[in-house]
């Protein structure tokens, strides 16, 4: 098994920013309403992905048993995470395109492995 570097994991989020950015920049010109609601869906999938690589990336190595049970407890809190967030977005923000946000964060959750197909 190859230990994935650290290098590779800072470059998907690296991507999902950038496409997230890309989005809302895009967005301005239909409306500020559309930008920020696809903001905070990208905020909603990047943060629990960020705790998520904070997470299990030092426990890569030799012991196996330790990178598995951290793995699983951190996506179940990296899901947790994300419901808490969305519920947040939903009942703070007022007025929200729903659309959007949802957009956001399929933008998010997809860029990387889209950056994958068109990479090296």
């Known amino acids: 098994m190859t230990i994935p570097d650290g290098?590779?994991?800072s470059r998907g989020l690296r991507v999902?920013?950038?496409a997230s950015l890309m989005l809302a920049g895009g967005l301005l010109l239909v409306g500020p309403v559309a930008a920020y609601s696809s903001i905070f869906g990208s905020l909603a999938a990047f943060i629990?992905?960020?705790f998520f690589a904070l997470v299990v990336t030092p426990k890569f190595g030799a012991d196996s048993a330790a990178f598995l049970r951290t793995a699983v407890i951190a996506e179940a809190l990296k899901i947790l995470l994300t419901?808490?967030?969305c519920v947040a977005v939903f009942v703070w923000v007022k007025p929200l395109a729903a659309g959007w946000f949802f957009a956001g964060m399929a933008i998010v959750i997809f860029s990387p492995g889209l950056a994958m197909l068109f990479s090296k």
Do not use: E, G, K, Y
């Open 7 to 9: 290098r590779l994991i």
């Open 16 to 18: 999902q920013s950038i």
């Open 48 to 50: 629990p992905a960020l």
């Open 83 to 85: 419901a808490l967030l």
